[in-house]
């Protein structure tokens, strides 16, 4: 990471890290004082939207179900499937944990990102000490992606949107698989909301 002066913030994003067992040592390694923000979202959602991303790169991959279950009459849930495995968030925390107290950690709601983005951003800035500069104003609603865009700012010829790959529709799947994988994850997520002190009201 680059040096950082006094009245600076360095940030750095890569989703990778949360679930990646090495990365809580080595950022602890770096620097005790690390603020980490997590953005989190129903864990269903979130595979089945891993799965459409995939897709998209490779069309013959198998259907959803035939990889989130090991065997499709037992029902059993495949967790080495990375799209299953990430959305266990309890389990990641707990390696997190060991390393940086739950003082340090944000949890963002993805879906509240999307339904108030304005209002997780005032959290944003508060976690990280800054004063509220990015409002409501700095967005809007963008019907075509289903998801909020950044005005434009001064000075700029368009808004600033998510790219190509957010905001596909996600490809049909039964509601059968959907109720099996959110009785997957229930326990995970109650384990997660205690831990995080914040119940996200995805059960």
């Known amino acids: 990471m680059p040096r950082t002066l006094d009245?600076?913030?360095?940030?750095?994003?890569?989703?990778?890290?949360?679930?990646t067992k090495e990365a809580p040592r080595r950022i602890h390694n770096m620097s005790q004082d690390t603020k980490l923000i997590v953005v989190v979202r129903n864990p269903v959602t979130r595979a089945i939207s891993d799965y459409t991303q995939t897709l998209?790169?490779?069309?013959?991959?198998?259907?959803?179900q035939a990889?989130?279950?090991?065997?499709?009459?037992?029902?059993?849930?495949?967790?080495?499937?990375?799209?299953?495995?990430?959305?266990i968030y309890a389990k990641h925390l707990d390696n997190w944990l060991q390393y940086f107290p739950l003082s340090h950690f944000l949890f963002v709601s993805g879906?509240?990102?999307?339904?108030?983005p304005a209002g997780e951003m005032g959290r944003v800035q508060d976690f990280l000490g800054l004063k509220r500069v990015v409002t409501d104003k700095h967005?809007?609603?963008?019907?075509?992606?289903?998801?909020?865009?950044?005005k434009?700012?001064?000075?700029?010829?368009?808004?600033?949107?998510?790219?190509?790959s957010k905001g596909r529709p996600h490809p049909?799947?039964?509601?059968?698989?959907?109720?099996r994988l959110r009785e997957?994850?229930?326990?995970?997520?109650?384990?997660?909301?205690?831990?995080?002190?914040?119940?996200f009201g995805w059960d």
């Open 7 to 19: 009245g600076q913030i360095t940030m750095e994003k890569t989703p990778s890290y949360f679930v």
């Open 184 to 199: 997957f994850y229930r326990p995970f997520n109650l384990k997660f909301y205690q831990m995080t002190g914040q119940d």
């Open 152 to 164: 434009k700012p001064e000075g700029s010829s368009r808004p600033r949107c998510l790219g190509k």
């Open 111 to 116: 879906e509240r990102l999307v339904s108030d």
């Open 56 to 64: 998209s790169k490779n069309p013959s991959i198998p259907s959803f």
């Open 139 to 150: 967005f809007y609603f963008n019907e075509t992606k289903g998801f909020p865009c950044l």
């Open 67 to 87: 990889l989130a279950f090991r065997n499709g009459s037992t029902g059993l849930v495949d967790t080495a499937w990375s799209a299953v495995r990430i959305g």
């Open 172 to 179: 049909h799947i039964e509601e059968h698989v959907v109720q």
